[in-house]
């Protein structure tokens, strides 16, 4: 069965200070992955997606960046943090594109000070 | 603008007791409609998916409506238990794309 996984679960991080969030799936191959950010009560925002290694398109301008290294490894970065980054961060993963179903990951939340 | 609203925003019920949650979208062109349960803290967990032709959907004491024509769905708890206490998403993908619109939940709170 295919899990997904995110670390860490709870970040306190200074503003200005990086950012590095990691998220992994097993039990799948190429699949899509996504990065979304849920601001207080807000909907779900898609930050990043990723068809394949390598391959990232952004849905917002903002001062995070996405990388896959590996295929099923999706990472959320920030060389500073802002006060508005504060949010929980959730990464999903799907089948190929006619998937209709995402799974999403435990999440992260992240404040900063 | 592709947009999803639902309501009420949030909604306090006694356990035992049903309850309707709403959701109205203006995706065009609609694939399909989808709704979470996102307990606090945690990752959302699909309830049920639902494509245009798809009239209901029942996944136990949880039974979601969709009506593509006035776009609106509806997810119907029955018998609700303490455990029902999360928020409930209502997302819209539109035809050939995985991006998905989310909805900014219905908060549900049962209290015994």
């Known amino acids: 069965s295919q899990t997904i996984h995110q670390w860490p679960a709870t970040l306190v991080q200074p503003v200005g200070s990086p950012l590095s969030l990691e998220c992994t799936v097993e039990?799948?191959?190429?699949?899509?992955l996504y990065w979304y950010r849920q601001a207080a009560g807000r909907g779900l925002q898609l930050l990043f997606y990723?068809?394949?290694?390598?391959?990232i398109s952004s849905e917002v301008p903002q001062n995070l960046s996405a990388s896959r290294p590996q295929d099923r490894q999706f990472i959320l970065s920030s060389k500073k943090l802002l006060l508005s980054d504060s949010g929980f961060y959730l990464c999903?993963?799907?089948?190929?594109?006619?998937?209709?179903?995402?799974?999403f990951g435990p999440g992260t939340r992240l404040t900063v000070t | 603008k592709n947009q999803v609203e639902q309501s009420p925003q949030s909604l306090i019920i006694l356990e035992g007791k049903n309850c309707t949650l709403q959701?109205?979208?203006?995706?065009?062109?609609?694939?399909?409609l989808r709704w979470y349960k996102q307990d606090t803290g945690r990752g959302p967990v699909s309830l049920t998916i639902?494509?245009?032709?798809?009239n209901t959907k029942s996944n136990g004491r949880y039974t979601a409506t969709l009506d593509a024509d006035t776009k609106q769905s509806s997810l119907h708890i029955t018998a609700s238990q303490l455990s029902d206490s999360a928020s409930y998403i209502c997302?819209?993908?539109?035809?050939?794309?995985?991006?998905?619109?989310f909805g900014t939940g219905t908060r549900l709170q049962v209290f015994p």
């Open positions: 997302v819209v993908s539109g035809y050939n794309t995985d991006k998905l619109i």
């Open positions: 639902m494509t245009f032709s798809e």
């Open positions: 959701c109205n979208y203006t995706v065009s062109p609609f694939s399909n």
């Open positions: 990723s068809v394949g290694i390598g391959q």
């Open positions: 039990g799948t191959s190429n699949p899509n």
């Open positions: 999903a993963w799907s089948e190929t594109w006619t998937s209709y179903e995402q799974y």
